[in-house]
């Protein structure tokens, strides 16, 4: 029986897997980013995370499972890809994350959030490098009002000739949202990772909202 075909998004996945690659690499920074924002949520209280375009989860999931807050938390995964979708379903049952939903859907709509409540936790990890200048600005812009008060949110994107991460930052700083962390990881440097903090009131959530489209090889995020 022939296996099926892998998506061009499973065989991207793959580069994660080597110890000393450069996603796996980034993958580090951004989980150690997630670390901080649950060392530092107020106590006693759900702390709720959306990741949109999560593929496997471990960025979250890895994170969640070994900490300490890991029954306050409630996150939705919001992953296209049926296979990806299932291995992060798998992972997160397999650490016993009850709280941890993995919806197999479109992240490029604020549908995709509807019914999770205001996060305290955004994920916007492997986008930016796939979308139109234009949709990154778009997402920035309707960003707040998927978030709590004081939210935190994690991006990434390649700094590769031109390096866009700069305006993008000042895109943040343009929507309310003041730098937290950019950095890139030890020896990759054309890896960039951002953390930013909301600091006005978000505005209500939109619900129908088209934030972006998929247009470049996965290969560029």
């Keep these: 029986m ?10 991207w996945h793959h580069h994660y897997d080597g110890a000393d690659s450069m996603l796996q690499r980034r993958l580090a920074m951004v989980q150690g980013l997630v670390g901080d924002v649950l060392d530092a949520a107020t106590p006693g209280e759900n702390i709720r995370i959306l990741s949109l375009c999560a593929g496997r989860g471990q960025d979250v999931i890895d994170v969640v499972a070994q900490h300490p807050r890991r029954d306050d938390v409630v ?6 890809d049926p296979s990806l979708g299932a ?9 016993g ?16 959030a509807a019914g999770l409540g205001p996060a ?9 490098g796939n979308i139109t200048d234009a949709d990154i600005r778009m997402t920035i812009e309707h ?32 929507s309310g949202f003041e730098e937290v962390a950019f950095g890139s990881p030890t020896d990759a440097p054309l890896v960039g990772v951002g953390a930013h903090r909301l600091t006005p009131i978000p505005p209500p959530f ?3 909202v088209r934030l972006f489209t998929f247009v470049d090889d996965p290969s560029a995020t």
């Excluded at 022939?2 to 065989?11: H, I, M």
């Excluded at 994350?97 to 995709?112: C, I």
């Design 143 to 174: 960003t707040p009002s998927l978030c709590a008060p004081g939210a935190t949110v994690l991006w990434t994107r390649h700094r590769g000739a031109p390096d866009f991460t700069t305006t993008i930052r000042e895109w943040f700083g343009a």
């Design 87 to 95: 291995d992060a379903r798998e992972a997160a049952h397999g650490a």
């Design 120 to 128: 305290h936790l955004v994920l916007l990890c492997g986008i930016f």
């Design 206 to 208: 939109r619900p129908g």
């Design 97 to 112: 994350l009850a709280g941890v939903e993995v919806m197999t859907g479109d992240a490029s709509s604020t549908d995709a």
């Design 75 to 80: 996150a939705r995964l919001v992953e296209l």
């Design 2 to 11: 022939t296996a099926p075909k892998e998506s061009r998004w499973v065989k």
